[in-house]
């Protein structure tokens, strides 16, 4: 008996038909089945600990798996034992289990890398159910973590950000999300005033204690700050993988993205750079300035 067979075969009437493609949920299934049978630790995250956390239903032809990067060549194994592949997508952050019927992504850190996964993702993990089958799920705080960072022309991932701590504000770990952010902390901040703004009826409901705090890092930074690494730097980098290449390309800024500031390689940036305008060529033509090399060419005065 194969492993679809295993998971499917004691399962009650199925809720999901007709709200995802047959072929697309026996791949979510059988990979699921697979990797619960040979007992690799992994997380759902995505469109399923979303509605998990806030409530909201949504069906996407991907399904977000979290795993460790040391597991990878065990999720490999167990994928061609399925009859699957699993591939690397993006050196740094992602491999993916690709057909015709959908995608999986192995997600072990983030385009940005600046949101690793790590074994704390797992501690504060939450109890779930998926497909009718028990999994663990993404914790609400590293969800509003990699989500914060998400501000694509094509994707912005604020609305999630904004419904996560509408459902969830008071029961946050709000001093691992501080942490979380370490000095990226004005994303948050940012994210926070948006949401008083968006639900300016709950705004109470995030503890005074994470506003007095971030404000009064904020009113600390009025001054100029005479760091020439910082005048020269730019962090949006961090948030949107084609929007800022004009700066770090011809204006002479330097990419957040790369150490003391980011974790990233330049390798790795011109492969994500590369990957990104592959995605957007079917939909419009690469602009003049993101076609040039990333390195910059002036710094600013």
Not at 138 to 151: D, G, L, N, R, T
Not at 278 to 293: G, Q
């Amino acid at each position: 008996m194969s492993d679809l067979e295993r998971t499917t075969a004691t399962l009650p009437a199925d809720p999901w038909a007709g709200v995802i493609p047959r072929e697309t949920l026996d791949l979510y299934r059988s990979v699921l089945g697979g990797l619960l049978e040979r007992d690799v630790p992994f997380l759902v995250g995505g469109a399923y600990a979303l509605h998990r956390h806030t409530g909201l239903e949504r069906h996407t032809r991907d399904l977000d798996l979290f795993v460790l990067r040391e597991t990878l060549p065990r999720i490999a194994s167990a994928a061609r034992e399925m009859g699957l592949e699993a591939v690397e997508f993006s050196p740094h952050w992602l491999w993916k289990i690709t057909t015709e019927a959908g995608y999986v992504d192995l997600i072990y850190g983030s385009g940005n890398g600046a949101a690793p996964m790590d074994e704390e993702w797992f501690t504060h993990s939450v109890e779930g159910e998926v497909f009718g089958m028990p999994v663990r799920l993404v914790p609400a705080e590293e969800m509003i973590w990699s989500k914060s960072f998400i501000m694509e022309r094509e994707r912005f991932d604020g609305a999630d950000v904004a419904h996560l701590l509408l459902e969830r504000a008071e029961t946050l770990d709000w001093a691992r999300l501080l942490r979380r952010f370490g000095p990226h902390w004005r994303v948050l901040l940012a994210h926070l005033t948006v949401f008083g703004y968006v639900y300016p009826g709950h705004r109470h409901r995030v503890p005074p204690f994470v506003m007095r705090e971030l404000l009064s890092r904020t009113l600390d930074e009025v001054v100029p700050d005479s760091a020439p690494a910082l005048q020269t730097l730019c962090g949006g980098t961090l948030l949107s993988r084609s929007q800022y290449l004009i700066d770090v390309c011809e204006r002479g800024y330097r990419d957040a993205r790369l150490p003391p500031f980011g974790s990233m390689s330049r390798a790795e940036i011109e492969e994500w750079t590369r990957l990104a305008k592959e995605e957007s060529a079917d939909d419009a033509p690469a602009s003049p300035s993101s076609s040039r090399p990333s390195t910059p060419e002036r710094r600013p005065s």
